[in-house]
């Protein structure tokens, strides 16, 4: 009788344990994955206007989803904005979108930072769950049309060789 409990409870943990390892695996809901088209979003901007992101088609484009107390976020900000400002970084628009529940918090650490390229802040989980957020920094690739090209997740330096590689090896040719 004993055996079998153990069994029973032992099976049962095992179930538990493959739950909890299949949530951590989960997608955020309504995530839009690569090769898909991203949704339409009001973004409310943190230093500078409101901007609806299909304002953005037209131009390859690079989101950077952060927060004003992620150090990885914080560790590659600038090199966001030197890519931004480099020949290279010309052929797309690079924005950042910041998932921090303090407006306050993430404009004091735009002012800090001293940026220069637009950043908005998310509104209930839209843009983090659209865009598959679940950990930070996230940063995706959208061509000119809105379809997500790729997704990396964690930090890096964006403005280095390989970075560029990453980038030059998932966008169009240049015409």
């Not at 079998?4 to 949530?23: D, E, H, S």
């Not at 901007?51 to 004003?68: D, E, F, M, T």
């Not at 679940?134 to 997500?148: F, M, Q, W, Y």
């Amino acid at each position: 009788m004993q055996r079998k409990r153990i069994g029973l409870l032992l099976a049962t943990l095992w179930v538990l344990v493959l739950l909890q390892v299949q949530g951590a695996w989960a997608k955020t809901p309504g995530e839009v994955e690569p090769g898909a088209t991203l949704r339409e979003a009001k973004m409310r901007g943190l230093n500078g206007p409101d901007r609806l992101l299909s304002q953005y088609r037209g131009k390859p484009l690079l989101i950077n989803v952060w927060a004003s107390w992620c150090g990885p976020c914080r560790q590659e900000m600038g090199s966001l904005e030197r890519l931004a400002w480099r020949e290279e970084g010309k052929r797309f628009t690079v924005i950042g979108i910041s998932t921090d529940d303090s407006e306050p918090a993430a404009k004091r650490y735009l002012q800090q930072a001293n940026a220069t390229l637009n950043h908005y802040i998310d509104r209930a989980l839209e843009l983090e769950n659209m865009l598959g957020a679940e950990r930070l920094p996230l940063t995706i690739l959208v061509d000119a049309n809105g379809r997500v090209l790729a997704k990396y997740s964690g930090a890096r330096e964006w403005d280095d060789a390989e970075a560029a590689r990453w980038i030059g090896s998932r966008l169009p040719a240049k015409k």
